[in-house]
């Protein structure tokens, strides 16, 4: 069971990108949905989540007031909208769905039962 991630790429300093999450197996209204990042020679870490109950988002201290996680049921989909993006965001991000997760560990990727296979975001000059 796979998702999709996709949406990465390369920008400047400042530009946006939008992630989307996608799966055509199963329904991802019940599952949070968490965006983790791995830069080289670095842990993955917990970007930022969308919980399966309440819609509740959490994020990391450092994306905070940058990063929009949402999704759309209609289109079984899940976005990281990244604007005023910095060169240390750069890195390969993934998507993990964690079924009716409720946010409580948002950031540990233990907690999630599927992944996307990874969106290279780089940013530079």
């Known amino acids: 069971v796979q998702l999709q991630a996709s949406g990465g790429g390369l920008v400047h300093p400042g530009g946006s990108l939008r992630l989307s999450c996608t799966t055509s197996q199963y329904t991802l209204e019940y599952y949070a949905i968490g965006w983790f990042r791995q830069a080289p020679g670095k842990e993955r870490e917990g970007v930022s989540s969308?919980?399966?109950?309440?819609?509740?988002?959490y994020y990391h201290d450092s994306v905070k007031g940058r990063f929009t996680v949402s999704r759309d049921n209609a289109k079984n989909t899940a976005y990281l909208q990244m604007d005023s993006l910095k060169p240390e965001d750069t890195a390969v991000y993934f998507c993990?769905?964690?079924?009716w997760g409720d946010g409580s560990k948002w950031d540990r990727a233990e907690e999630y039962d599927y992944w996307g296979q990874g969106t290279q975001v780089t940013v530079r000059a």
């Open positions: 969308i919980d399966a109950i309440n819609g509740r988002t």
């Open positions: 993990g769905a964690d079924l």
